[in-house]
């Protein structure tokens, strides 16, 4: 069975998981717009020890690949630490947006900076790549992005987070998407499981809960079910647990 889940709150991961019936939560370790380090929520021993399964999210300002020194470096440095943090509490694995570079700059220097992060960095538990809905200098906005990022990250345990509301909105079809993505990294290893509140190609990042949104529910139902991977909604959050029964009553 298909563990499902949602995007909580720091502050009770355990108690707003009871309240929508997830078995697995995703939440940040911080201010996701800030650049200070990661902290352990106060419950990180219960976390530890209860049998919901947990992702840690990564800050949104991290941009590894950017050739800016400024935001490059301290992105890898927060990478690390959000990294340890996220083993200490049990994570089964951090998530992390892919970046961009500048609209000037050479793709390739993005790729590049990718693999110099996992010749330095340790990684205790699997980094998960996020594919992203936007960013004309994406690194994974767009499978053909993807594939010279993996290209480049040939050799390093990379793991991949697919987001329903990302691809629909970056221009990518549903119908057959896992398997593109699978002939190019070889695994799915979390579906962030979202309607798109925007058309197909917009470019927006900007979620609805399943069914109230542009893409057909029915649709996202056969991407997780072909991902086959623990799915996680990061959808408004009244709506969160009837997403979940949604998706567990067809995926049952």
């Not at 990478?79 to 200490?88: G, V």
């Not at 809960?209 to 991977?229: F, H, Y």
């Amino acid at each position: 069975m298909v563990r499902i889940g949602a995007h909580v709150d720091q502050d009770d991961p355990l108690g707003q998981a009871a309240e929508r019936g997830a078995e697995v939560v995703q939440f940040f370790l911080g201010d996701p717009q800030g650049w200070k380090g990661p902290v352990l929520p106060a419950t990180a021993d219960a976390i530890r020890a209860s049998d919901v399964d947990v992702y840690i999210h990564a800050p949104y300002v991290i941009n590894v690949a950017t050739a800016n020194n400024r935001i490059r470096i301290p992105s890898r440095k927060l990478l690390a630490a959000h990294l340890e943090a996220a083993a200490a509490l049990g994570a089964k694995g951090l998530v992390v947006h892919g970046g961009h570079v500048g609209k000037d700059d050479d793709p390739q220097v993005g790729f590049d900076n990718w693999r110099k992060v996992f010749e330095r960095m340790e990684c205790p538990i699997p980094v998960l790549i996020e594919n992203t809905a936007g960013g004309g200098n994406a690194m994974a906005r767009k499978l053909d992005r993807i594939a010279r990022l993996w290209d480049a990250l040939d050799g390093f345990d990379v793991g991949f987070c697919l987001d329903t509301c990302h691809a629909h909105a970056g221009g990518e079809d549903l119908a057959d998407v896992v398997d593109r993505v699978k002939a190019i990294t070889g695994r799915i290893d979390l579906i962030h499981c979202n309607d798109s509140r925007d058309a197909f190609g917009s470019g927006a990042d900007r979620h609805a809960n399943l069914g109230k949104g542009t893409i057909d529910p029915e649709l996202i139902v056969a991407v997780c079910r072909a991902a086959g991977a623990p799915i996680v909604v990061e959808t408004p959050g009244p709506g969160q647990a009837a997403d979940i029964a949604f998706l567990r009553e067809r995926l049952g």
